[in-house]
């Protein structure tokens, strides 16, 4: 169901929304539920921020569980934080209890305290936040785009309705559910349309949060409207521009507002200086540039263009079914390579199986400067590790290093590694690609380093459940259980580069961590 039969929201004071919960819980019978710490046991720390740290928690007389809010009040004090906190509580108690919850809403399950902390118990995304999914797949395909962006349609819309801006959309406070459909979080900045309240504090907290977010990406920056930046007045129609620059996202791989700090990409964001790539499909370039209006009142979603209707009635959302779309099952996130530069786009069903031991033939074990990786290291021991060598392997292993040294120019960047395989290739991220020299060694390892900058950009992690799957002579995807790499080789040489990625994974397999511990080292800023 989308907002078309909830309620109008009304203009709300702060100081009345607990007396008007009461009301509204004791004409439904209910009664306020009253806990504390030790109502819970604290399984889990799912995020940390700089006044609170959430949980997963189980309630002990339910076994229900919950995602636990946990803040500490002297921090809260000292840093001024006070109305932020009470305005993400004052929200989520409206949207629960006020105006009944909703499916796309984290609901507030109850507040307590205690002398140093307080506690907010709300809904327990299961499966994450879509930023996670960007991180892990780069870019989705059109099924889940369109699914997502019309359930943040509705969602935005239920909210308006209900007399709510949010005004910090981004892709980590969009979580998803057991059934994989969004939940809006984090209401720390939002407001109550036409309320009373002051809003230089709001307004700062949201030009301030990007200096702290520990996000993947820069932060709440590149999802900021102008009108937050300056001193206009922020209006409901903020959260479509937001929603703009989500979309933008989920179809290219990255926002629209990209710049070396924050501070650039505040300029880039008022002068409305952005490009589309190569491959941005026509209607869905249609909507963003539509959303995407320096002026809040030509803005697709505002009052004055037609509101949701107008959102909705965009061709690019034909195909939707609204009235359904809560009860429908969300469409599955899968690694996608969007088409662009002349290659088709590539799915995949790939899943890491639970068997993550599969065989390896002696013809697909490459060769390792002329050597076979099984006469280079000892078979028994299956390691790369010196003490285990034949020293006539050991005495030749370091006489091709120290060729290596004095010949290969990326030497510096291995760690002191025999390299097995280099070479260009495109490290594409959705519709963008960045050229990289990438190094496969012994140990095993992967590095990538830019080859104009000679600088160290990252290292794709080895581990058990690593899996390589070719799509054809120049395209070929990385699988970690973390984040799938997309990778084209312009010589044509990508079956080559898997059979030689395999077979080092294969002969180091006893040495090489779990599925837990294979996590990307670089920083995804750097590319």
Known sequence: MCSKDMPVGRQIKKSSISQMVMIQMLKNGMQPVQKSAVDFFFLQILGEGCFSTVYRAREVSSGKEFALKVLNKDLIRRHDKVVSVMREKDVMTSLTYLHGGHPYFVSLYCTFQDPTRLYFAMTYAKNGDLLTYLHRLGSF?????????????????ILHKCGIIHRDLKPENILLGENWHIMLSDFGTAKFVDSEKDETDTKSALQEEHYRSRSTFVGTAQYLSPEVLVDGEVGPSCDYWALGAIIFQMVSGLPPFRAINDYHTFQKIQKLDYNFPEGFP????????????????????????????????????????WDNLITKTPPPFKPYLPASCGEPAFHSDYHFPDDI??????????????????????????????ETEEPELAGLREKKLNIQRKEHKYHRFVEGNLIIKSGLLDKKKGLFARRRMFLLTEGPHIFYVDPISMELKGKIPFCRKLRVEAKNFRTFFVHTPSRTYYLFDPERNA????????ALREQYLNELPEESDCLDTKNTKRR
């Open 495 to 502: 079956l080559e580069w898997c059979k030689a990625i395999e």
């Open 282 to 321: 026509d209607l869905s370039k249609d909507l963003v540039r539509k959303f995407l209006v320096s002026d809040p009142n030509k803005r697709l979603g505002s009052e004055e263009t037609g509101g949701s209707e107008a959102v909705r009635s965009h061709p690019y959302f034909a195909t939707v079914d």
């Open 141 to 157: 395909d059109e099924d889940v785009t369109l699914f997502y962006s019309a359930e943040l349609v509705c969602a935005i819309d």
């Open 357 to 386: 031991e599969p065989g390896l033939d002696d013809a697909a074990v490459t060769r390792l400067l002329g050597l076979s990786l099984k006469d280079f290291c000892s078979p028994s021991q299956n390691k790369g590790n010196l």
